[in-house]
């Protein structure tokens, strides 16, 4: 079974500037979750789909961070205009009631530095 | 509000002895507890879950995990070390009912020497 996918996989960009990372789940698992995890912390819930609809965002910086997850499967997780502050790991995450909802399948993540 | 703690950043502990990490909890109600596990640029990985029954819950690799609810407490042990089992441990906590996150603590390294 193919694990999740995520891309790119470092990035480096100046402050104000606008990033785009991109997730594809294992394929039909329903649930989809980006995390963020700062050096030192463990990683932070940004959101939750369930298929296409949002079901948790609570904790997403809106003004400048964006999910979506179009058809229900790929998801791409955008930050615009980056800080500083967002350097961090950002993990993307799938699970599926066949192999228990609690348990968590996460992509090797995207490593992003903001000079 | 529910939360983890890992008191250690690092443990060290040789190579075939035992080893625990700690973790604490504070959530509302019955806890469905968790431990991940992360290797040097990989994502984390599933080790074992404790939603209810026995205490005493087995994962991959040969770990296990007790839940003391008086203690508040789900410890991460081995009873054999492996220098392979150097990674960083990450203790998770969700209620379960209704809907609730995943909280993660900050993690705990793990060194084992050979």
């Known amino acids: 079974e193919a694990g999740v996918a995520q891309s790119p996989r470092y990035k480096i960009i100046e402050k104000r500037q606008s990033v785009a990372f991109w997730c594809n789940p294992i394929s039909g698992h329903a649930t989809l979750y980006w995390y963020q995890q700062i050096l030192g912390q463990g990683p932070k819930l940004l959101i939750q789909f369930q298929n296409n609809g949002v079901v948790d965002d609570s904790q997403l910086p809106k003004d400048r961070f964006s999910a979506e997850r179009l058809k229900g499967v790929d998801s791409t997780l955008k930050i615009q205009p980056a800080k500083l502050e967002d350097s961090a790991v950002y993990l993307c995450?799938?699970?599926?009631?066949?192999?228990?909802?609690?348990?968590?399948?996460f992509g090797s993540g995207t490593q992003l530095s903001v000079l | 509000a529910q939360s983890v703690a890992q008191p250690e950043d690092q443990v060290n502990v040789a190579e075939g002895n035992p080893l625990t990490v700690k973790c604490t909890y504070s959530v509302s109600g019955n806890p469905y507890l968790f431990w991940y596990v992360q290797y040097p640029n990989r994502g984390l990985q599933f080790l074992l879950k404790?939603?209810?029954?026995?205490?005493l819950v087995k994962g991959s690799y040969g770990f296990e995990a007790e839940f003391n609810k008086s203690q508040t407490s789900f410890h991460l042990k081995k009873p054999s070390a492996l220098v392979s089992d150097s990674a960083l441990y990450f203790c998770?906590?969700?209620?379960?009912?209704?809907?609730?996150?995943?909280?993660f603590g900050k993690g705990t390294m793990l060194l084992v020497s050979p």
């Open positions: 995450a799938s699970s599926s009631p066949y192999s228990g909802e609690e348990k968590l399948f």
């Open positions: 404790y939603i209810t029954g026995d205490n």
């Open positions: 998770a906590v969700r209620r379960p009912s209704g809907y609730s996150t995943l909280t």
